[in-house]
């Protein structure tokens, strides 16, 4: 039976076929060949073993021990598939992602006979670790990778999405203002640009805000472990993105080494990347798994990296083999993204201990081209 789905979901299949199918996955250099992947379903794990010489692939099912390691089933045994049923698959998920403008989409019988066939029951990974799958590749080490999908066919995931935990301070200075005039600038009306016209009215009423601190102590901490200022940096360019609605990072980082907020030489700035490098540190972290709300130690976590949906369907992936291309990959394509201002609670003066602070939101998401 047909069922609904959206394209975000379709895409994590899609990556998963496409994988099995072609074998391999390029790289910003190179490419990288596909061993193994493992997704997890409700019911337990599933290995999809590809074997280039068959042109197949070999689906075994399992249970994940409290170690992590996978102990095949006794109960169902192993089954081989063709590739090419992998291709059919892919073939037919494309065709889904690229018809019309809507995000949810109909899937039709014959690709669910398809899904049932390959064990596949629920259209999302049942993960705890924010990874949508694991693969293993045969160089350089024949590790498994723990991956997320991102998907320019439809709606994608942010990259950074912390809600209140990823706020930031800024603390009012200046002039006093009384409690009316502070009524009075909360009270402006619902709008696309409703913080940017605060704001401007705190400016025109004499008020000075200055950056202060980031408003939850672990996020506090953990953008201290890339730059023990990065929160004041990462402030001003949520600022600017408001003010002049300049989104993409690398033309924020750009006008950052203009205004030089941090007070840093120029030798920094432009023999050393000063402001660039430690941009692309942050972004890369996030990519890896740093969340504002949960203590960041710099260590590898379960994600490895990035596969990414091009919207002419190939698949490129980033991982920490080449960190490099993986830093500038997201420099290059990311952006800032606004947040909802009542749900993640920023963009109003509110009064803490006798001071009045306004509260600015950070959420990072990938271009879409």
């Known amino acids: 039976m047909a069922f609904e789905s959206t394209k ?13 199918a072609d074998g391999c996955v390029p790289m910003d250099r190179g490419e990288r060949r596909v061993m193994m992947v493992e997704r997890m379903e409700h019911d337990g794990p599933r290995r999809y073993v590809r074997s280039a010489e068959k042109e197949s692939v070999t689906i075994i099912c399992g249970v994940k021990e409290r170690n992590g390691r996978f102990v095949e089933s006794t109960d169902t045994a192993p089954r081989e598939v063709p590739c090419e049923l992998f291709e059919a698959l892919a073939n037919a998920l494309i065709e889904l992602l690229r018809s019309g403008n809507s995000q949810e989409v109909i899937v039709p019988d014959d690709i669910e006979e398809v899904l049932d066939e390959l064990k596949i029951y629920d259209l999302e990974a049942h993960t705890d670790d924010r990874t949508d799958f694991t693969v293993t590749f045969d160089a350089p080490w024949c590790l498994a990778e723990g ?3 991102r998907s320019r066919l439809g709606a994608m995931n942010p990259l950074l999405d912390g809600g209140r935990a990823a706020n930031l301070k ?13 009524n009075k600038v909360n ?17 025109r009423l004499g008020g000075v805000l200055r950056y202060a601190d980031v408003a939850d102590k672990v ?23 408001h003010l002049e609605d300049i989104t993409r990072i690398s033309q924020l980082t750009e006008r950052m080494e203009e205004m030089n907020p941090l007070k840093i030489k120029d030798e920094l700035i432009k023999k050393h990347g000063y402001y660039r490098h430690k941009i692309r540190s942050f972004l890369l972290a996030v990519a890896l798994g740093m969340r504002p709300a949960k203590i960041y130690t710099g260590r590898s976590g379960a994600i490895g990296g990035m596969l990414l949906v091009q919207t002419d369907g190939t698949l490129c992936l980033y991982d920490q083999t080449d960190s490099d291309a993986f830093a500038e990959f997201l420099y290059q394509n990311s952006r800032l993204l606004k947040g909802d201002v009542e749900k993640d609670k920023y963009g109003f003066l509110e009064r803490e201990n006798g001071v009045y602070y306004f509260k600015l939101n950070v959420k990072i998401g990938l271009l879409k081209r």
């Open 147 to 149: 991956l997320v999908v």
């Open 170 to 182: 800024l603390e009012l200075t200046g002039i006093k203002f009384a409690v009316p005039t502070v």
């Open 219 to 241: 996020f506090r901490c953990n953008l201290g472990m890339i730059d023990l200022h990065f929160g004041r940096l990462l402030a001003e360019m949520v600022r600017l993105m």
């Open 187 to 203: 009270a402006l009306p619902e709008s696309a640009d409703e913080v940017c016209q605060r704001m401007l009215m705190i400016e």
């Open 8 to 20: 975000r979901e379709v895409s994590e299949l899609y990556a998963f076929a496409r994988l099995l």
